[in-house]
C-alpha cells in the first residue's frame, strides 16, 4: 500500500462485517497481542489488524522519511479498506481508533463517511494541540513548584510546543519526538495522565 509492503492479519469468520483495528502510537502495533483482547469480537467480525507504515512488521528503513505524514497514513488506509472490500464483497465497514488510530479514525471518516457502518474511538483523541500545551505548562509549573532543577532544565531546553502551519493541524516540540517523550516522561513522573480534550 502507498508503494510500500504493508503487514496485516485477518482474522474471523469471512461472511461476519470486516473490523479494522487502527493501533496507537505512532508505531506501537498490538499483532502481538490480539488473541488476548479479540478472541471473542472473532465471533462477529472478520478483524483486521493493520500494522501501519514503519511499524511493526512494516516497519523498513527504506521507507522514505518524507512519507511519514498523517496524509500518507490516511491514503494507506484508504487503499487498504478498498482492498478488503474488494476481496471480502463488502460495501461498508467498522472502524476501530485507539489514541494515535483514533487521530486517523477521525480524519478518515470524516473525508468518506460513506465507506463505514460506525466508528469505534478508544483513548479518541480530539485537541492535541491543546493536550500537549496543557501538559508542558503542567509538568513546568509542578517542576517549580518541586524545584526540581534537572526537570527545568530538561523542559526549558525543549521548549513549549508549538502549532503546525497546515491541517491537519498537530503540536511540534523543536527537539522532535525524543522532546515529546521528556515532557511525557515528566507527566508520568507527576502522576498525570495524557488526557486529549
Given at each position: ?177 525524543m522532546a515529546k517523550m521528556t515532557v511525557y516522561g515528566w507527566v508520568a513522573k507527576y502522576g498525570g495522565i495524557i488526557k486529549y480534550f
Amino acid at each position: 500500500m502507498g508503494g510500500i509492503e504493508q503487514w496485516i492479519s485477518i482474522r474471523g469468520n469471512i461472511d461476519n462485517p470486516i473490523l479494522i483495528y487502527l493501533h496507537g502510537g505512532p508505531g506501537t502495533p498490538v499483532m502481538p497481542l490480539f488473541r488476548h483482547f479479540q478472541a471473542s469480537l472473532e465471533d462477529y467480525f472478520l478483524i483486521v489488524q493493520w500494522e501501519q507504515r514503519g511499524a511493526g512488521k512494516s516497519f523498513s528503513r527504506r521507507i522514505p522519511k518524507e512519507t511519514m505524514t498523517i496524509e500518507q497514513f490516511i491514503s494507506d488506509l484508504y487503499e487498504l479498506i478498498e482492498l478488503l472490500k474488494k476481496r471480502f464483497s463488502k460495501t461498508k465497514i467498522y472502524l476501530i481508533g485507539h489514541s494515535w488510530g483514533s487521530v486517523l479514525g477521525t480524519f478518515i471518516v470524516q473525508r468518506y463517511p460513506q465507506l463505514f457502518y460506525a466508528y469505534i474511538g478508544v483513548g479518541q483523541a480530539s485537541n492535541t494541540v491543546e493536550t500537549e500545551k496543557r501538559m508542558y505548562e503542567f509538568v513546568l509549573e509542578r517542576s517549580k513548584e518541586l524545584n526540581n532543577k534537572k526537570a527545568i532544565r530538561q523542559l526549558e531546553k525543549v521548549g513549549p510546543p508549538f502549532k503546525g502551519l497546515y491541517p491537519p493541524y498537530t503540536t511540534f516540540y523543536k527537539g522532535g519526538y525524543m522532546a515529546k517523550m521528556t515532557v511525557y516522561g515528566w507527566v508520568a513522573k507527576y502522576g498525570g495522565i495524557i488526557k486529549y480534550f
